[in-house]
């Protein structure tokens, strides 16, 4: 018999879990993770399991979602609408197979793979290939008639591609709002002073869940269908594979990540390999769903409870979680810019222990009102840098202080501008000749510049009233920073310091995109697509350019008349010198070497100062010494000046 004390844990778990659904399925606005939310269940069903006196229907093991409001009107599904049981790990993923095949008497199952998309699930009834009826999951049973606004979504047909549709046929998919829709949503709620939403999930179910159709109908809502419910003469598929061609072939999205899987070790292998691309798609997903492919087998496995015994999500390591903020650092960048840190209890997020999350700047720590003592839900998407992404305000401490950002950090905001202005003024960036680092600190410390850009503001009084510079040599370093307004785009762009970007990056960035609006511009997703490009390296450029000073800072830079060729954007793939080594000897005549280096670069090239096997091409100049000799001795390509230029293209 289970004793008083776990009884009441029992309770408290059920009613804990009972709120935490009605805010997330009735409200749009849970204020616990997703992984903390199934942390609570799993205690709940292993006490439910081990004191079954305790077993109770209305339990929220037993229910599927949350109990629909008396808003919309409501609907009774036609066929009830089951969630699906969660894998955590490859061991219990494992064991789902082994009792399928278990019950099903097989060696081996198919399956058929799919993402598990982080939206709405939703209700499609067709009747005579014409949609009658739109409505939410609700609790599985009844869900909410949201018709109207249905209908104002562009992805969902009103009218099945099919010749002879079926009688009746109910469509089930996920609405969700994809990563670039969501960023831009908030963007535009955010100008119009409206509610900001905390993830795509939040703004789908709340975009469709409003009482106007045209506010839905001005949302980006999208939608997957991945099978169908109840049926009135239809000739469907026997298997689940054929079934989601039919859908795509009715007019109904379906994710193009599906895919057929011979057994439990192909999907494992799909899982891994899914797991490594989601920071790539254009839409949150938090895991993978299997599904035992043939009909059939689905049917005598049947199902419990809530769910199927043929299908199982399983799911990747949370990259959501909560913990509390131990205190708030300020850090200097290279810059001189201060960055709040938030510094946090030790938790598990996206498969790593985080214990510092990103606030950005002031204005985000202000728009948040992250406070020290703050209960907080953080976030990792694949390898980007955890951020805070709301405050759980109803578990903040009574005593809590508002954070104020320090106004600056005197001696180490000094270092690090002087930093970045020696950066931005070095050889490989814009070669500002004579411009040395102590004539920086000087120029820092006498307040005559406060970023790079104030370099192109200077006069010469203002460099000769410097220590030991008499007027020649500040002329001519006037002169040398008038020069450097000729530039490349590449070598801008690595001047900038943003941080991860160095001089590939830089000229690779240069290459795909042209110009620097458009890297500007370019979403995360975009920006992976760019060589050499990673997910912390797309989050640091994206940023950078999100900081209204650094756009100003480059706006100024224009103004003084820094400017570089017009390039037209290209990729590097067609190049032949792309992923090849190149090592570059003697003089040449057409340009230096830094030219020449930049260019095999941008190219998709890696420049080496020595010869070995490894080596591809040696372009020689005038006078080139050994190098050459060597590379006859590895039998590796000579290419001439002239040869070079053609190659390049140039």
């Not at 043939?294 to 959501?320: C, M, S």
């Amino acid at each position: 018999m289970a004793s008083r004390e776990i009884s009441r844990r029992v309770q408290e778990l059920r009613e804990s879990l009972e709120r935490h659904n009605f805010r997330y399925y009735v409200l749009d606005d849970p204020s616990i993770s997703d992984s903390e939310f199934d942390k609570l269940l799993r205690e709940l069903e292993s006490l439910e399991s081990q004191y079954p006196e305790l077993y109770n229907e209305h339990s929220a093991t037993q229910k599927v979602g949350g109990t629909a409001t008396s808003t919309f009107d409501g609907v009774v599904h036609l066929q009830p609408m089951m969630s699906l049981a969660n894998a955590l790990s490859e061991a219990e993923f494992i064991d789902f197979d082994r009792r399928a095949r278990a019950k099903l008497e097989r060696d081996a199952l198919e399956y058929v793979a799919e993402t598990k998309l982080d939206g709405l699930a939703i209700s499609l009834v067709y009747e005579a290939g014409r949609l009658a009826r739109a409505a939410t999951r609700g609790d599985g049973r009844t869900g909410e008639d949201v018709s109207s606004n249905v209908r104002t979504i562009e992805a969902i047909p009103l009218r099945l591609h099919q010749r002879k549709p079926p009688s009746i046929i109910e469509i089930r998919g996920e609405i969700f709002i994809g990563k670039e829709d969501f960023s831009a949503l908030n963007k535009a709620q955010l100008a119009g002073g409206g509610k900001v939403f905390a993830n795509p999930r939040n703004a789908a179910a709340g975009s469709l869940r409003q009482l106007d159709p045209k506010i839905p109908a001005t949302r980006p809502l999208s939608i997957y269908c991945y099978t169908v419910g109840h049926v009135e003469a239809a000739n469907l598929p026997e298997t689940h594979f054929e079934l989601l061609d039919y859908l795509r072939e009715s007019g109904l999205p379906v994710s193009p990540e599906s895919a057929l899987c011979s057994d439990v070790a192909a999907c494992i292998r799909y899982h891994a390999d899914l797991a490594q691309r989601r920071v790539k798609l254009d839409y949150e997903i938090d895991g993978a769903v299997f599904k035992v492919n043939n009909f059939t087998d689905q049917k005598n496995l049947g199902h419990v409870a809530k769910a199927p015994r043929w299908a199982i999500a399983y799911k990747f390591p949370p990259e959501e979680a909560t913990t509390i903020v131990k205190a708030i650092d300020v850090q200097v960048g290279r810059t001189g810019q201060l960055t709040p840190v938030a510094r946090l209890e030790p938790v598990f997020v996206g498969g790593v222990t985080i214990t510092n999350a990103t606030l950005h700047n002031e204005d985000e720590v202000q728009r948040k009102d992250v406070r020290v003592g703050d209960t907080v839900v953080v976030r990792r998407a694949g390898d980007v840098i955890p951020e805070i992404v709301r405050v759980i305000e109803s578990m903040r401490p009574i005593d809590s202080v508002q954070f104020l950002m320090p106004k600056e950090v005197p001696e180490q905001a000094l270092q690090e501008r002087t930093l970045s202005i020696i950066h931005f003024a070095s050889r490989r960036a814009m070669d500002i000749d004579g411009l040395g680092n102590k004539v920086i600190e000087q120029l820092c410390r006498a307040e005559f510049i406060h970023d790079p850009s104030d370099l192109y503001a200077l006069t010469t009084e203002q460099i000769q009233s410097l220590d030991r510079l008499a007027e020649k040599s500040a002329e001519n370093i006037m002169a040398a920073i008038r020069a450097s307004k000729e530039t490349t785009l590449a070598k801008f762009l690595f001047a900038l310091g943003i941080r991860e970007v160095g001089e590939t990056t830089a000229a690779n960035l240069a290459t795909a995109f042209g110009s620097i609006d458009a890297i500007r511009d370019a979403s995360v997703e975009e920006l992976l697509q760019t060589p050499d490009v990673g997910p912390v390296v797309a989050a640091s450029i994206r940023e950078y350019f999100d900081q209204a000073t650094n756009n100003a800072m480059i706006e100024r830079f224009r103004m003084y008349g820094v400017h570089w060729p017009a390039i037209k954007a290209r990729s590097i793939v067609d190049s032949v010198f792309n992923g090849k080594t190149v090592v570059l000897t003697g003089t040449l005549s057409s340009m230096s070497r830094d030219v020449a280096r930049m260019a095999l670069v941008e190219r998709g090239a890696k420049v080496s100062g020595s010869v070995s096997r490894k080596t591809d091409f040696v372009v020689a100049g005038e006078d080139p010494g050994s190098k050459v000799d060597k590379a006859n001795v590895l039998g590796v390509e000579i290419i001439d000046e002239a040869t070079f230029i053609e190659r390049l293209g140039i």
